[in-house]
């Protein structure tokens, strides 16, 4: 058979597609369609050749395309968009097995300033708005949007600039079945794929990826002096009632409004003094293998305990590269195999129990190396008891021979939970109130520019009023735009040093203290916002923080700047 001047034998595959650009698109069919299948075939398993036709496109230069795949694109040794990618295995006696590869872009590519850098990224990777793909031998199956970054991960820093891969081949049957719809386009709306996604937040929540946003959030450089005298004058004069008052302290510490002191915060942050961290040289293959635990009580193998129901870290040190476990060509693996599982007493048997699986007794999450540490996180399964012995085997390869660590893992007595305390001596967890950053177009005006926060993933430009960052779960930090389109346009409007003045400080603290108040009341009364779709049927949940900032987005701000109550009343009644 011929086609295309090209002839084929048994076995090849032809598809023939006839289709329409549709409005507006900013490019050629071939390299659309490319972007495409790149993601939907995430790591096919034979490239991909697409042909088109001049009569039918004059304009495209570039008519044939290969393809191999999004995966292959991430990972090439020379990309220029990856800043770094990791695995996760993680095995479960209850799902089976999946893989979790995070890739993490560059905020700023070569020539190319934050907001090109953001665009080039969603057009080349996030065509069809995919940041979290679910794949079954290389065919993406479903997918989650950025929502899950923000609302699972709370991540907000890496929305724009994270997209992880789950591999769903190894799952068990049953429960992949019930993932997917017959369709193969999308997941279930179901108890498996609810499942799914709290183990898939929760592995990925505490691990790297939670290092790498700590230090985005740590790099943005910020000068708050003024922001912060100008936070204790409000609070110290706050206006508002007991119960407004009760509502913050919730969560917040107002502090004392009598001398506006508050408790400040400590600035987390994950970086170390380079002078502080032993240097490191990483090599292709590893020349060594050690686990860092040692035998206990005359054990002749490194022991490591686990209370039932819980979980522990294991660490070992290597010397090899990163990219190891994920790299194109030349990839290594880690395995731990189940040797003996028996128990420590010595009455009641005199034979140890025959090895199964190792899903049967421990479930195992593996990550990929980091600056010469591989970590495991091992946790018993509801078929082990207290007092079981584990031996294990962690086997790491390497081209001459595998590099081995024989390890046991004995199950000791659940954690005790700490006892509640007595009403009156609880201590106080609550946070001081959110720090406040007040940001410029550029450092003419202040210190803190719209770049320092792109180069970090917050977008910020004349259309944004407030960029509200929460981290573990709280409000911790509020950018206010001092250069919006609503502040710009009121100030035009004044011609005094002192009306100007007092315009922005009435700006600040009403962005400030609704972002603070629709934050808590939307949190602590359980709220859940969902938009609907305009183009297809359903809705979509909306993590609070976007809400808020969307909400400022529009008249709300101009609103809010513009009117007092009296003014408004007074218009009411005209």
């Known amino acids: 058979m011929g086609l295309h001047n090209r002839k084929f034998t048994t076995g090849t595959a032809i598809k023939l597609y006839s289709y329409d650009l549709p409005s507006r698109s900013r490019s050629v069919i071939s390299r659309d369609l490319n972007q495409s ?33 999004l995966k292959r694109r991430l990972e090439e040794d020379d990309s220029r968009y990856v800043d770094q990618f990791f695995s996760e295995d993680m095995v479960d006696k209850a799902i089976g097995q999946i893989r979790v590869t995070c890739y993490v872009f560059k905020p700023r590519l070569d020539k190319r300033n934050v907001k090109e850098t953001r665009e080039t990224i969603q057009r080349e990777f996030f065509k069809n708005d995919m940041s979290v793909l679910f794949s079954v031998n290389g065919q993406v199956h479903g997918h989650y949007t950025s929502e899950f970054i923000t609302r699972s991960l709370k991540f907000p820093l890496l929305r724009d600039y994270l997209l992880i891969h789950v591999d769903c081949a190894d799952l068990h049957t049953e429960f992949r079945n019930e993932l997917f719809m017959a369709s193969r386009d999308r997941l279930k709306d ?28 740590a790099s943005i450089t910020v000068e708050s002096g003024d922001a912060e005298e100008l936070l204790r004058n409000l609070t110290r004069n ?20 009598r001398t506006g002191k508050r408790k400040e915060k400590r600035r987390e942050t ?7 961290e032993s240097a490191f040289s990483a090599k292709r293959y590893p020349s060594y293998f050690r686990i860092n635990a040692k035998p206990v009580n005359g054990e002749v193998y490194p022991m490591v305990q686990v209370p039932v129901g819980g979980e522990r870290t294991i660490r070992f040190s290597t010397d090899v590269e990163d990219q190891y476990f994920d790299r194109v060509r030349d990839a290594g693996e880690l395995q731990i195999a189940l040797l003996e599982r028996g128990s420590n007493k010595t009455g009641g048997g005199d034979r ?45 390869s390497s ?107 009435r700006y600040v603290s009403a962005i400030y203290f609704h972002t603070l108040f629709l934050y808590t009341i939307t949190k602590n009364r359980k709220f859940g916002i969902v938009q609907r779709k305009e183009e ?39």
């Open 352 to 396: 140890l129990g025959q090895p199964r699986d190792i899903e049967t007794v421990l479930n195992v999450v593996k990550s990929s190396p980091q600056n010469g540490t591989i970590r495991i996180v091992v946790k018993p399964t509801a078929e082990v008891k207290v007092g079981d012995d584990i031996k294990l085997r962690a086997s790491l």
């Open 238 to 257: 706050l206006p508002i009632r007991d119960e407004l008052a009760d509502l913050l302290n919730q969560t917040f510490k107002l502090g004392d409004k």
């Open 37 to 69: 299948i790149n993601e939907y075939l995430f790591n096919p398993a034979l490239p991909v050749f697409t042909i088109d036709t001049p009569e039918r496109y004059p304009d495209d230069r570039n008519l044939e395309r290969d393809l191999f795949g």
């Open 190 to 217: 179901g108890a498996e794929s609810r499942d799914l996604r709290r183990r898939l937040a929760s592995l990925l929540a505490k691990g790297r990826l939670k290092d790498i946003h700590k230090e985005r959030k």
């Open 270 to 276: 994950s970086r170390t003094d380079p002078r502080e």
């Open 399 to 505: 081209p001459d021979r595998s590099l081995e660590q024989i390890f046991m893992v004995r199950i000791g007595v659940p954690e005790k939970k700490k006892p509640d305390p007595k009403k009156g001596d609880q201590p106080d967890t609550r946070l001081g109130l959110p720090q406040l950053h007040m940001v410029y177009k550029d450092e003419s005006r202040g210190k803190t520019t719209w770049n320092d926060l792109e180069e970090n993933g917050i977008s910020m430009d004349h259309d944004v009023v407030v960029f509200p960052l929460v981290d573990d779960e709280t409000l911790s930090e509020v950018y206010v735009n001092m250069d919006s389109n609503v502040l710009l346009s009121h100030r035009a409007k004044l011609t005094k040093e002192e009306a100007i003045a007092i315009a922005e400080k």
């Open 536 to 574: 297809e049927a359903g809705e979509e949940n909306v993590d609070v923080t976007d809400y808020i900032s969307e909400l400022f987005r529009t008249y709300y701000a101009q609103f809010r700047l513009n009117f007092d109550t009296p003014e408004l009343i007074s218009a009411l009644e005209a």
